[in-house]
């Protein structure tokens, strides 16, 4: 299999981000400003929809006698402690600063990188895609995810600005990192290639619903943009190292119980 076909839903994906941001900041400059903080509210509400969907694979998934629930909230609180530690929503803010400086951007450059590339690559899409992209050379489930970071992009865009079209960096890196991994990635942890494995593997679950209660944080911030009280949202960022905390919890809860 070629490298382009192995990163081709991830290309797809990046494209479909900057072109969400070209028509953001064509159409945004000239809505009012009630009426991109109602988008954001908009988006905020479809956000919660996907994030409770996603939370719901929490019911599907155990550790011995441990609920699912209860393994994300450890791995949520364990990895809230060492994101806080390694300082990452800071080295977030000071990246999209930087991006801010280089670049030249305006206004809410660094809300919107860290908002968006939180936004576009937590979640299921993002490791069952790269991982069938990578494996078999299928971009059927990127394509899908671009389609919906592409609307998301667009309305994000609008309110925060250029630094939305930024985060096309971190979905270039991340997704395209991971279906070059992919392989190693299927084999050691969860035992096969095929999508439908992918979508019922324990581990996958788990971190698909502990990503799910993170982009419900990320809901709650978009809300709070759109009210105008940024000063009180959640911190998702910090939250990130519970992702790779997660399948580690799981072993240690099958192993144990």
Do not use: H
Request: hydrophobic content about 50%; some cysteine.
């Amino acid at each position: 299999m070629s490298l382009f076909s192995q990163l081709s839903g991830t290309f797809i994906n990046v494209g479909a981000v900057l072109l969400g941001t070209l028509l953001g900041l064509l159409l945004g400059g000239r809505l009012p400003e009630r009426t991109q903080r109602t988008l954001l509210q908009t988006l905020s509400l479809v956000t919660l929809f996907i994030a409770l969907d996603m939370a719901g694979s929490l019911n599907r998934v155990t550790g011995g006698a441990v609920p699912g629930v209860i393994l994300a909230l450890v791995s949520l609180a364990v990895g809230v402690v060492v994101g806080e530690a390694l300082g990452i929503e800071e080295r977030l803010a000071q990246l999209g600063d930087t991006l801010k400086r280089r670049f030249k951007g305006g206004g809410r450059f660094t809300e919107g990188f860290v908002a968006a590339s939180l936004l576009f690559c937590i979640g299921p899409m993002t490791v069952v895609g790269g991982l069938q992209n990578g494996l078999t050379g299928d971009n059927s489930t990127y394509v899908l995810k671009s389609t919906l970071d592409g609307i998301a992009a667009l309305a994000l865009a609008g309110a925060y600005g250029i630094g939305v079209g930024f985060s096309a960096i971190t979905v270039l890196l991340l997704q395209g990192g991971l279906s070059l991994a992919a392989g190693g990635f299927a084999a050691g942890l969860l035992g096969g290639a095929s999508p439908e494995i992918l979508k019922t593997n324990p581990y996958v679950l788990l971190i698909t619903g502990a990503g799910g209660l993170m982009i419900a944080g990320i809901s709650w911030n978009l809300m709070l943009a759109g009210l105008g009280w940024e000063d009180r949202r959640v911190r998702v960022g910090s939250m990130l190292p519970a992702l790779l905390i997660a399948p580690l919890v799981l072993w240690l809860a099958t192993r144990l119980g």
